[in-house]
């Protein structure tokens, strides 16, 4: 069974300030995906990885993969309050066609303040 | 393109009740989801489906129905409602393997 853990599940950050999320996950994959999702609303797509070594940036986030370590990173760059939301990496199975079924973290929610 | 739309957007139900949730896109994309998020916690795949005709249940199927006569509709059929099936339910639709999902509003249902 494939498991996705991401830490911290709480991340209190001030403005300016750089901090990284991390995501794991517990067998073979070289497709995890990055979503965002604002209190009460839905999940904005933000990043696709799709092979080892995977390097996207937007803004200030950029998100990194190492499917070796079986490792998604998503990096923030002095922050502002308009990232405050929560954050969720999701897997894909490896191998040939999974259908796109996504298994996902529980998710990371960001506090961004003066 | 109106993207991926639900409807309804919430939802009282009481314990034995049914229901049906719609969902619609209009990106002409073969793969479909439903997922639900409880409180706090990262979403679940509920069933999908990766074209007309074809449907397949995810990791939690239990208390729920799907079909997909159309390429746009992916509806999901609650039988005899649970107040463990509270929750937000997602629709989401995608081009194919490797490609990012577009998520609908969400559907607040509440069973009491």
């Known amino acids: 069974e494939l498991k996705v853990e991401q830490n911290p599940l709480f991340l209190s950050m001030q403005e300016g300030k750089n901090y990284t999320i991390y995501c794991n996950y517990s067998?073979?994959?070289?497709?995890l995906y990055w979503y965002r999702q604002d209190p009460g609303k839905s999940l904005e797509s933000l990043f696709v990885l799709l092979s080892n070594g995977a390097v996207k940036q937007e803004g200030r986030l950029m998100a990194s993969l190492d499917t070796k370590a079986r490792l998604s990173t998503l990096h923030i760059t002095a922050a502002v309050h308009d990232l405050s939301a929560t954050y969720f990496c999701?897997?894909?199975?490896?191998?040939?066609?999974?259908?796109?079924?996504?298994?996902f973290g529980q998710g990371t929610i960001l506090t961004v303040h003066p | 393109n109106a993207g991926v739309t639900q409807t309804p957007k919430f939802r009282i139900l009481k314990i034995g009740q049914s229901m049906t949730l719609q969902c619609t896109q209009d990106?002409?994309?073969?793969?479909m989801y439903w997922y639900r998020q409880d409180p706090g916690m990262g979403l679940k795949l509920i069933y999908y489906s990766v074209g007309a005709g074809i449907t397949d249940k995810g990791e939690v199927p239990n208390g729920y129905n799907v079909s997909r006569s159309t390429t746009e509709d992916f509806p999901l059929r609650l039988e005899l409602a649970a107040p463990s099936q509270t929750s937000v339910y997602f629709c989401?639709?995608?081009?194919?393997?490797?490609?990012?999902?577009?998520f609908g509003p969400g559907t607040r249902l509440t069973v009491t």
């Open positions: 989401a639709s995608s081009y194919g393997d490797g490609y990012e999902q577009y």
């Open positions: 999701a897997v894909d199975l490896a191998g040939g066609t999974s259908y796109g079924k996504l298994t």
């Open positions: 067998t073979t994959s070289d497709r």
């Open positions: 990106m002409n994309h073969n793969y």
